[in-house]
Each structure stands twice: as C-alpha cells, then as structure tokens.
C-alpha cells in the first residue's frame, strides 16, 4: 500500500512538472512570437511613412500648376491693387515687398522681380511701367520633368511677336517642407538672331561701366537670364569674419543680350 501512495505522488509530481514546463515553453514561444508581431508591425509602420513621405514630396502638374498661379498672384495682386499712378498701396519699400515674394519665390528671384518692376520714389513703392513677367499658360501643353526629389521644371514652349520662339523653364525647389519658384529661364531656338552678346561679354560690359572703390575686388557674375533673355548680373563681395563669411552686395545690372546696355536694377 505504501508502495503505491509513493507512486501515485511520484506520478503526480511528475503530471505537475510536465505542466509547467509545457507552460514556460508557451510563454516564451508567446513572448518571441510577440516581439517577432512587434517587430513587424513597427516595419510596417516605418515603410508607411517612408510611402506617405514619397507621396508628399512628389510633385504632380496639378500642384506644379497651383504652385505657379500663386506666384503669378503674388505678383498681379500688387499690380491690379496699385493706385492709377502706379503707387503700391500695401507695401512702402522694396525690402517689405521682397519679404512678401519670398514666400513663393527664391532669394534672388524675389530681389530680380522686386528690383526690375518696382521703384521707390519720395518714401513710397511704384510699379514701373514696363511688361509683366511671362506665367505658365496651363491651357496650353507644357511639359513636367523631374531633377530630383527637391527640384522640378516645368518647360513651355511659346512663341510670340513679344518673346519669339522660345522655351521658359520654372524651376521649382522644395524648401522647408514648402515649393517655391526657385527661377524662370528662356531659352531662344536656333533661330534667333545672330550677334547677340554673352555671357562672358555682360560681365565684362558691367565691369567696365560701374563705380567702385578701387580697394574693392568684387565678384562680378550673371546670376541668371531673365524671360526676356537679358542677363541679370551680380556684383557682390564675400566678407569672410570670425563668425563666418556674408555676402555684401553692391549691385544688380540687367544686361540686354541684344545690344549690351546696361540697366542699374537698384535705383
């Protein structure tokens, strides 16, 4: 008899035992599975904010197309809501209306416009009588093509008695989460007419007429072609400082590409 009651203990030891091992074991297949299922998902979660980023970021001909209408707003809306004697009634100096242009256009697309189509006269801001910038035609074919996932240009070819046979080109760069024009460049087909000047010779025409010091050694460049296709150049000089180097800018010069003369942007 006690033989038996010490067999059925062992026996029931031995039931116990085999439990818990099975129930350790399907704790920890549970806790690997688990951390396996948390893995996964976090991957999933990963490649779908890398997939909604990519789509954020890309850029279709309805958002290029919005893009630039609110550039050409930006800039009409001044026009359209100036005084009949040209006074810009919401802005009283070039340097506020650049700080308005940044906020769709480039630093120096920004200054190019402000500087070409605006003056300041008797401490308040005019608008030049002079014609508009070319837009984008979106009822007409145009083309989008992608640089990168921060640039894209949209290229329209157009011909005009004004402009001629050419292709505009807007640039678009992604800045800060947020698209801009970045610049609007024409480029003339091969039918345009012969003895136009340079690149090299603006340069060298705006080195030879401007005014400065002769401790001065400024850079002199053309910073880019305006939709007429006259240079804009750059006179500017970099001052290098303890705590780093700015640019000092001395001028802005258009410079036409069919006859060389000089316009001063600035004044």
């Not at 893995?39 to 970021?57: A, G, L, M, R």
């Not at 305006?226 to 150049?233: C, D, L």
Request: one cysteine or more.
């Amino acid at each position: 008899m006690r033989k038996a009651i010490i067999m059925f203990i062992s026996l029931l030891i031995f039931i116990f035992t085999t439990a818990c091992n099975s129930a350790n074991d399907e704790q920890q297949e549970s806790a690997v599975t688990g951390e396996d299922q948390r893995e996964n998902d976090e991957q999933q979660v990963t490649n779908t904010e890398n997939k909604q980023n990519e789509e954020d970021i890309a850029l279709s001909k309805s958002d290029a197309e919005d893009i630039l209408l609110e550039y050409e707003n930006s800039f009409m809306k001044i026009v359209n809501s100036s005084a009949n004697d040209g006074k810009v009634k919401k802005y009283q100096s070039k340097d506020e209306l650049i700080s308005h242009f940044q906020t769709i256009m480039s630093d120096s697309l920004a200054k190019e416009r402000v500087h070409t189509y605006f003056k300041e006269e008797n401490n308040a801001l005019y608008i030049k009588a002079m014609e508009a910038p070319v837009w984008l035609m979106p009822d007409q074919p145009y083309t989008l093509e992608k640089v990168n996932d921060q640039e894209y240009h949209v290229i329209q070819e157009r011909e005009s008695a004004l402009l001629g046979h050419v292709n505009i080109t807007f640039t678009l760069t992604r800045m800060d989460h947020n698209w801009i024009v970045e610049n609007v460049k024409r480029e003339q087909f091969n039918n345009e007419r012969s003895g136009q000047i340079k690149e090299e010779k603006a340069i060298a025409l705006v080195r030879q007429n401007i005014q400065l010091d002769e401790s001065t050694n400024p850079k002199i460049e053309v910073d880019h072609t305006s939709e007429n296709g006259n240079y804009i150049v750059h006179v500017y000089e970099v001052v290098e400082q303890e705590e780093g180097s700015h640019t000092a800018t001395y001028g802005w010069y258009k410079v036409s590409k069919n006859d060389g003369k000089i316009t001063d942007m600035v004044k």
